[in-house]
């Protein structure tokens, strides 16, 4: 659904794009990661039709951004990172205001308008001033918004960025219900925890390159083979760490401070199940069994070397 090949680009004599390529399949919540200053901001505005690569191109529902930009826009919806709204009028009529200037004829416009406040759940607040609004509804609103053309494509530019944390988690109901709906969705942040819950795929670029992109589970098998998880066992037995240690594929176990035991092994999901599975069958009653550390944390940390441009 968008597809960036070989783009480079320069502010000045500043290269801040290194023939980049990348591609968002259809139907995914793709999450753009990087370090600050990596270049996400500035492929995020050749895609939005806002900047013109100076090499290269980039295609949305392949149609060229450069060539056909208007038809991009009817197809794109996009929220940047930081977006003004106008402070004196309510969340319908700020609604109202830009589906008329998507052209939405005066029949259609109340019709779109409920449609988008009721899958933001805005509909509550539809009279209240957006001048009186909290972070977290301002952005609700800027999705909302960002709906009203119906795109096929949403770009959201760290959404989460600044939202408490019952905020950020009705953010991503909200964009896994997008989803749902059809959409695909691409968004960048730096909250990488976040993004490993949501997301289907990703890209981390870094210095203006792509460092890996693909599924979280592959990137982190790719480059790094051996996998951690904590498992908390009630009432363990006296050889309980010889138990784990007989598992499937298992390198070392280690018991935690805490009482987990840190189980370290090598291979896939497949193995971890298979590694459940003994558990069981050496009646071990598993209370939790999580990852160690985020993959996707780990996947960021291996791979970019925290260098800035
Ligand atoms: N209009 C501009 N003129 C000159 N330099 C720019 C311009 N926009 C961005 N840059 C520079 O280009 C580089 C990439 O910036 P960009 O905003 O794309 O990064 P980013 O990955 O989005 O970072 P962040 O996470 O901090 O938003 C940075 O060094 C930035 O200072």
Redesign the pocket.
């Known amino acids: 659904m968008i597809r960036v090949e070989h783009v480079s680009h320069w502010?000045?004599s500043?290269q801040?794009l290194r023939d980049l390529s990348m591609h968002v399949p259809a139907g995914e919540i793709f999450g753009f990661i990087?370090?600050?200053?990596?270049?996400?901001?500035?492929?995020?505005?050749m895609m939005a039709t806002l900047l013109e690569p100076d090499d290269g191109r980039v295609l949305v529902d392949g149609i060229d951004v450069v060539e056909a930009p208007a038809e991009v826009r009817k197809v794109l919806g996009f929220m940047p990172?930081a977006f003004g709204v106008y402070d004196r009028i309510t969340v319908v009529e700020y609604l109202e205001f830009f589906a008329a200037a998507h052209g939405i004829g005066l029949g259609a416009r109340e019709r779109t308008v409920s449609a988008v406040m009721e899958l933001t759940d805005l509909g509550p607040l539809r009279d209240r001033l957006v001048q009186t609004m909290s972070k977290g509804m301002r952005q609700r609103l800027g999705i909302a918004r960002m709906l009203l053309h119906d795109p096929k494509v949403l770009i959201l530019?760290?959404p989460a960025n600044g939202l408490d944390p019952r905020a950020r988690i009705e953010m991503r109901e909200l964009i896994e219900e997008l989803r749902s709906l059809g959409k695909t969705i691409l968004l960048?942040s730096?909250i990488l925890t976040e993004l490993s819950d949501m997301c289907t795929s990703v890209a981390i670029?870094e210095k203006?390159r792509l460092l890996a992109g693909g599924s979280v589970d592959a990137i982190g098998r790719t480059l790094k083979p051996e996998r951690a998880v904590k498992i908390r066992v009630l009432a363990p037995p006296a050889d309980v760490e010889a138990i784990l240690a007989r598992g499937p594929e298992v390198l070392s176990v280690e018991r935690d401070p805490d009482g987990a035991y840190k189980v370290q092994y090598r291979g896939s999901d497949e193995t971890l199940a298979d590694l459940v599975d003994h558990c069981v069958s050496q009646k071990l009653r598993l209370l939790r069994v999580e990852p160690d550390q985020n993959d996707l944390e780990r996947i960021f940390l291996e791979v970019t070397k925290g260098e800035?441009?």
Do not use: C, W, Y
């Open positions: 502010f000045g500043m801040v990087g370090p600050n200053g990596a270049g996400k901001t500035t492929t995020i505005r990172d530019d760290e960048s730096h670029l203006g800035l441009q």
